[in-house]
């Protein structure tokens, strides 16, 4: 509970996770069927660059601030224009200082026939969440914890739908938290893509998330990572990765493009790295 994400917002972490469900959102949408997007861990929706948490620690100095100051080849610019875009909207004069975080991306992206179901346990997070989408009949906002809601909440009725799974990573269990509900998901809502994201401190933990999804039997999962340097267990976070179950077919070949600009852009050290992999096939 003591984990706020307005510390982090825009960080490199966010880079990747936000680059990625903007690609996410956009494939889905060349159906013209309905889609619901779940994000089980949503936070405050939307973050003030010039408040007391994120002037603490500056993250996003080395995060969204360089990636949107930074000229970009023509191919990676239409690939991050989706998410860049939103950016740039909520902040029409020349600084930074409001950073759409999930629930405000997915919300500018979507079409009036799509839908969002936004959870947060953390009180305060959870009173801020809820005002700003209030009277927003595409949105639903409940006090609920992240990891109850792939139970609750699949398959939804649009029979079509992206889950983002963003924990805190506070606890040393999370990793196993996280492949228990996403395994759950996923057999009632097998057709699902499913966006988790997780810091790169503790591989011993994500070699267990790995093993326990092939286990399950998940299908076609497809993994992202993105590293300035290199992060450990005792260092700060330099990088973050994500699974996705499901992803679309063109996923892999636009983080190819785009994951090689961004380590450039945002590199700390020449351990800086990037990687896309197919962690299970089809």
Sequence with gaps: MNYRHAYHAGNIGDVLKHAVLA??????????????????????????????????????????AKVISTPMPDDVAALLAPWLDVV????????????????????????PVDRLTLTELHPADFDTLSKHFAGDHQVKTIHLDGWLALGSFLPPKEKRGLIIIDPAFEEIDEFDRMASAVIKGWRKFSTGTYACWYPLKDRHGLRRFDDTLKDAGVKDVLTLELNVGKSGPDTAMLGSGMTIINPPYTLAEEMRTVLPWLRDCLRKGSEASWSVDQLIAE
């Design 23 to 64: 690609r996410l959102i956009v494939y889905l949408q060349r159906k013209d069927k309905a889609f619901r997007i779940i994000d089980t861990h949503a936070g405050i929706g939307a973050y003030d660059l010039t408040s007391e948490e994120t002037q603490k620690t500056g993250e996003w100095l080395d995060g969204i």
């Design 88 to 111: 740039r909207a909520d902040n029409p004069g020349k600084d930074l200082k409001r950073y759409p975080g999930s629930p405000a991306l997915a919300r500018k992206l979507m079409r």
